[in-house]
């Protein structure tokens, strides 16, 4: 089944406790992103990835980092979370042709920072 | 202000109404215009999507594109309470590259 899967799904942690959310999809797509949503702003994008080794920053970065070593995996670290960054993430990926328009995402993951 | 507007609803409507889901957009270079659905608890799906302008029709669901006036629309015929869900609007296009800039989302519920 072609699928993109996050882990964990929900997490409560402290601040300024580093912690790794993981994002795989078995698509063999080359696009692959990191978005959050939050009542009132949507569906914002944090980074992506246009192939492996190939990053860059969305529309807010800030507090977040990410690596591309393997087309399958875009695990999303935050080093130092703050209580701002509670949210709902998700993973998404698709493949680069056909404008992006069809972007599958994952189940979701609910971030609590204390 | 946001690039796109989208009314977040809450909307209900009784089972067999026509629903219309709209937003409107401030960027003229955006040319991709994406319609998905988000049932609660999971992540978005594509429900459709047009480049340009026009209609494009897909069952029981219509998008239209006006891109003078700048506002996209998602009719939903004969609704059903499986299309109970969150509805997003998505664009791209222009200088954004591989982005998608999407609407907060319209909540709907149809009611059997």
């Known amino acids: 089944e072609a699928q993109v899967t996050q882990n964990p799904r929900y997490l409560i942690t402290v601040t300024g406790k580093k912690l790794t959310v993981t994002c795989s999809q078995n698509?063999?797509?080359?696009?692959m992103s990191w978005y959050r949503q939050d009542p009132g702003l949507g569906l914002r994008q944090i980074y992506y990835?246009?192939?492996?080794?190939?990053?860059d920053k969305g529309d807010v970065p800030e507090g977040y980092k990410v690596s591309r070593k393997e087309k399958r995996n875009f695990p999303l670290i935050l080093e130092s979370p703050s209580p701002n960054q509670t949210s709902l993430y998700f993973c998404?990926?698709?493949?680069?042709?056909?404008?992006?328009?069809?972007?599958?995402f994952g189940p979701g993951t609910r971030l609590t920072v204390l | 202000q946001k690039e796109v507007e989208q009314d977040p609803g809450p909307l209900s409507v009784p089972e067999g109404a026509i629903v219309s889901l709209n937003c409107t957009y401030s960027?003229?270079?955006?040319?991709?215009f994406m319609w998905y659905r988000q049932y609660s608890r999971k992540g978005p799906e594509l429900l459709m999507y047009t480049y340009s302008s026009g209609n494009k029709e897909d069952g029981r669901f219509t998008a239209q594109v006006d891109k003078s006036s700048k506002y996209i629309s998602l009719f939903i015929r004969d609704s059903q309470p499986s299309d109970s869900a969150t509805y997003l609007c998505a664009m791209r296009g222009g200088t954004s590259g591989s982005r998608l800039t999407f609407g907060e989302g319209t909540q709907l519920t149809v009611n059997p």
């Open positions: 698509m063999n797509h080359e696009y």
């Open positions: 998404a990926s698709s493949r680069s042709g056909g404008g992006y328009v069809t972007q599958y």
């Open positions: 990835s246009m192939n492996v080794e190939v990053t």
């Open positions: 960027n003229s270079a955006f040319q991709y």
